[in-house]
């Protein structure tokens, strides 16, 4: 049986102030996070027929290590390959290579082109570098990209979010993933009352999506969940299983998985998960997938 396969790469070169997904510095511990990703892929013999590299930060790995992890799953014939990427973090070559080794979709974490907005938002790059991430992924023979677009931000109004909005498009994307901001306890944007005070409020937040989810419509991109936006054809085949309540496998500290019915969780601990044999797992749910679940879940789709 294929199921869907998340890979959690906790790697990142710094924190950004908004994120509370479980992510460390320390890229020297790669090579072991790879053998221990391996490991637990072939212990489970996973069949697979769409892999998903989120992160922290998967273009921090080198092809190779993509590859290696790869090479450890049945993939069918076909599946949808995803790896997140940040901009700075990538050249031509280097998409080049991922493509090589199997990636076939790429979601570049975007969030703006407006450099005041990502200055905020504590991003390494800026409009520029993002725009030149995604033609050099085209370049290097993605056709499946997409670009994740924050809204409600520190510092964007409806006339800089349009301006995003007008300049993405005209890219070689075919896929957008619209996330409002969110302040999670914990995070640097949680302890700053400065940050909160530049943030538009509920009702203005609540104009921005609107306007976002129009103006996509009318350049493609359909809306297919709360979220996410496609060209059609392009829906995210991977996240589409979250929603319909398919199983997938989860490796990777913090990684979720959802099989024989069983939901769990590893722990968010790079240590902890290569230092053991087999990944350490948590029973969050025994009887996944029912009803009221498959309802909650459906109801995001407009499907």
């Known amino acids: ?104 979709r790429i979601s570049f974490g975007v969030q703006s082109l407006s450099d005041k907005e990502l200055s905020a938002l504590g991003r390494l790059h800026n409009a520029e570098t993002a725009v030149n991430a995604i033609n050099s992924a085209y370049k290097a023979g993605f056709r499946n990209i997409s670009a994740d677009l924050m809204l409600a931000t520190a510092y964007q109004t409806k006339e800089t979010l349009a301006e995003t909005i007008e300049k993405l498009v005209k890219l070689p994307i075919c896929h957008v993933s619209a996330y409002m901001l969110k302040i999670e306890e914990g995070t640097a944007y949680g302890k700053s009352e400065t940050i909160q005070s530049l943030i538009p409020n509920e009702d203005e937040t609540a104009d921005m999506y609107l306007e976002a989810v129009q103006m996509l419509e009318e350049n493609g991109f359909a809306q297919y969940e709360i979220s996410n936006f496609a060209h059609k054809g392009c829906e995210s085949r991977h996240n589409l299983k979250y929603w319909r309540c398919e199983e997938y496998y989860g490796i990777g500290p913090s990684a979720h998985s959802y099989v024989d019915g069983v939901r769990k969780a590893c722990p968010p601990s790079i240590e902890r998960f290569i230092n053991s044999e087999l990944q350490e797992e948590i029973v969050t749910e025994e009887n996944g997938g029912a009803d009221d679940e498959k309802i909650m879940l459906a109801l995001r789709l407009t499907q």
């Not at 790669?30 to 989120?54: P, S």
């Not at 930060?57 to 599946?79: C, F, V």
């Open 1 to 104: 049986m294929y199921r869907g396969l998340y890979i959690h790469v906790p790697f990142c070169k710094r924190k950004c102030p908004y994120c509370d997904f479980y992510s460390v510095t320390k890229t020297e511990l790669a090579d072991d996070y790879t053998a221990a990703v391996v490991r637990n892929i072939k212990a489970q013999n996973v069949k697979a027929d769409t892999v998903y590299f989120g992160g922290g930060t998967p273009s921090l790995l080198s092809a190779k290590q993509i590859y290696s992890m790869l090479s450890a799953a049945e993939i069918a014939y076909g599946s949808e390959i995803t790896m997140e990427c940040n901009p700075n973090s990538v050249d031509e070559k280097y998409l080049a290579d991922i493509f090589s080794a199997g990636v076939n």
